[in-house]
């Protein structure tokens, strides 16, 4: 029987006393902040099982996770329609990259970086009735937790320092590969990347992909072959230019967010978040990406 609870403690212990915990993303000025003392830890499994440690139930911006809810929202609505303008290659480059777009005449790698991210954007506002609030409620009911919320403040604030999405954005529409105009995009993308949650909510809500396309409340949402794709970008282009690195030391689907979220899963296993704001030069978080690798190494649990 492995001691789940104290391999937690164990990582959580170590992460604390790291004197270098990363930087916090200060290009969106609200999130430029944040303590980066807060670290947290949340393991959801799919037997009912749950273990936590830390800062677990502390609100913080969901950012890049998003855009793995969107793009499952995405294959709800249009199924393999999405692969005719967004590719499934990892980018091997930032998130924000913008030669590969002019390159590549305006298809996206793949759905997980932002301009990937952002003709998700325009397909959920040309395919939902109220988006915004469509969305919201989306995660909402994955989570069974009707009081996850978007923050405004932090949605203005990217919005405001922007520059790097509306070029992306404008290439894209230069392309013909966004349907929406600029503006009434950006302004969903900024929106679903705001969204507050914390560690535990965040593994409520990706239980479906651990849990066979079955949330918490076991309601179907996605098929297995949703779930398979989804769970297979995860792994190839979760964490940008430091997929590979993620891949070859945690071995587990996953996707990181500049708010200092990760989230990782086992399918038919587990679900794990971990939140701590400092980020690496690749705009993960330092404590989780090495927390994470902790600990599939101590439990010996990943995909390989
Ligand atoms: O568009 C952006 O730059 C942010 N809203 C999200 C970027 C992000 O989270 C990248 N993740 N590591």
Redesign the pocket.
């Known amino acids: 029987m492995i001691d789940y609870q104290s391999i937690l403690d164990k990582i959580y212990l170590e992460a604390s006393k790291t004197s270098y915990k990363g930087e916090v993303a200060s290009y ?1 000025p609200e999130l430029a902040t944040i303590d980066t003392k807060n670290f947290g830890i949340y393991l959801n499994q799919i037997n009912g099982n749950n273990y936590q440690i830390g800062d677990w139930n502390k609100p913080f911006s969901i ?2 996770i998003s855009k793995v809810l969107s793009l499952s929202k995405a294959l709800q609505l249009i199924d393999c329609d999405v692969w005719k303008r967004v590719d499934v290659e990892p980018s091997g480059n930032p ?2 990259f913008l030669s590969l777009i002019e390159q590549e005449n305006g298809v996206p790698r793949n759905p997980l970086i ?1 301009s990937g991210a952002i003709v998700i954007a325009d397909i959920l506002i040309s395919n939902l009735k109220n988006p915004k609030e469509d969305f919201i409620n989306y995660i909402r009911n994955l989570a069974n937790d009707q009081t996850i919320n978007y923050n405004y403040k932090v949605a203005a604030s ?1 919005k405001e320092k922007g520059y790097k ?1 509306y070029a992306i954005a404008n290439l894209l529409k230069s392309f013909g590969n966004l349907n929406n105009p600029v503006e009434k995009v950006l302004d969903f993308y900024f929106h679903q ?1 705001s969204i507050e949650i914390n560690c535990e909510q965040i593994t409520n809500i990706f239980y479906l992909f651990s849990n066979k396309g079955k949330c918490i409340q076991e309601i179907k949402h996605l098929s297995l072959s949703q779930v398979k794709r989804i769970n297979a970008i995860m792994l190839t282009c979760g964490f ?1 230019d430091e997929a590979g690195e993620f891949a070859f030391t945690v071995g587990l689907p996953g996707k ?4 200092g979220g990760v989230v990782a899963l086992l399918p038919n296993n587990f679900v794990i978040a971990t939140w701590s704001p400092g980020l690496n030069k690749k ?2 978080s330092l404590l989780g990406m090495e927390a994470l690798e902790q600990f599939t190494t101590k439990t010996g649990e990943s995909i390989f």
Request: net charge negative; aromatic share 12%; charged share 5%.
């Open positions: 969106i950012q890049s998130f924000n932002n990217e999405n990347c940008y990181s967010g500049v708010g705009g993960n």
